[in-house]
């Protein structure tokens, strides 16, 4: 049976301390048609804006009940679950958790976990990764239980767009947070080019600031600038396990019989490797060029 909105809840404060008259709270009457987990989430988010902490179970449970609860849902919250022991005593005894999990048990219907699976299966990066981020986060916290860290973090990544997927793995996050930032990071600095004041990169002096206040460290970016496909590349690090850039089609530092850091500099400073100054390549280097009809002493 239903009961109205208005009834009270014994031993319930018909005010509950707090911002909680100034936010927009979200309702649940226990109808077929509303998703109980969607509604708890929302719910958290609202609870968090009024100042409400999530280890205050008490006022988490009043918030809610006095808020949000209509109809079939609280005469069920105060007949089935509060019973007889009273308000009080059931707030002082009883979590957070342990009230969301009966909550889910109660209204949450073996039909609408089908669905928010489905949704959470089709799931993929088509917009902005904030949109997408905020997207996964609210279906994900529909199927509270359903996944362990690890799948998730599996899932999150394998769900971004190629791009950005390769940047967050090469990163190996271990956790979501970590993985979500990455993704966020590699967003901002891929974001077309914006006034100073609010994006700015700068390759050379390994700079990334962007008006969020992420930064990308040296490696990062180096390997940003790699994925985007931009001809000029990031310095390398001083911890790189490769002591010099790789190119295709140089010949090798024994032909030059100069030292590894001599021929590390050359390359860096895009000088001649026979001469070692700049201004021309190796092949047109005039210590390369003999007079024609010269020979070798020795050979004479």
Not at 69 to 98: E, H, I, M, P, Q
Not at 285 to 290: D, S
Request: aromatic share 10%.
């Amino acid at each position: 049976p239903s009961a109205p909105s208005t009834m009270s809840v014994p031993g319930m404060p018909t005010h509950a301390p707090g911002r909680i008259s100034s936010v927009t709270w979200p309702t649940f009457a226990g109808k077929l048609e509303e998703d109980a987990r969607a509604f708890l989430f929302d719910f958290e988010i609202a609870a968090s804006n009024s100042g409400i902490m999530f280890t205050d179970a008490p006022r988490l449970i009043s918030a809610l009940v006095g808020q949000c609860l209509k109809d079939a849902a609280r005469t069920w919250f105060t007949c089935t679950v509060v019973g007889t022991s009273g308000f009080a005593a059931y707030l002082a005894s009883t979590s957070w958790n342990a009230f969301r999990s009966v909550f889910e048990a109660r209204w949450m219907t073996s039909l609408q976990m089908e669905h928010v699976r489905f949704q959470f299966d089709a799931l993929r990066q088509t917009g902005s990764v904030s949109a997408f981020v905020d997207e996964f986060n609210k279906t994900s916290a529909r199927l509270v239980g359903a996944y362990s860290t690890e799948q998730l973090i599996h899932l999150f990544i394998s769900k971004l767009a190629p791009e950005v997927q390769q940047f967050v793995r090469a990163h190996a996050p271990y956790s979501l947070e970590t993985a979500i930032r990455l993704a966020l990071q590699f967003a901002a600095a891929a974001t077309p080019t914006m006034p100073k004041s609010t994006h700015a990169i700068s390759i050379n002096s390994v700079d990334a600031q962007t008006s969020n206040q992420m930064t990308l460290s040296e490696e990062q970016v180096a390997q940003l600038f790699a994925f985007l496909g931009h001809a000029k590349p990031a310095p390398w690090s001083k911890g790189s396990s490769s002591s010099s850039p790789r190119r295709s089609g140089l010949p090798p530092r024994h032909l030059f019989k100069i030292s590894q850091e001599e021929y590390d500099r050359r390359l860096r400073d895009n000088a001649c490797l026979t001469c070692g100054k700049p201004g021309h390549q190796s092949r047109q280097c005039q210590l390369r060029q003999k007079p024609a009809g010269s020979q070798n002493p020795q050979s004479a």
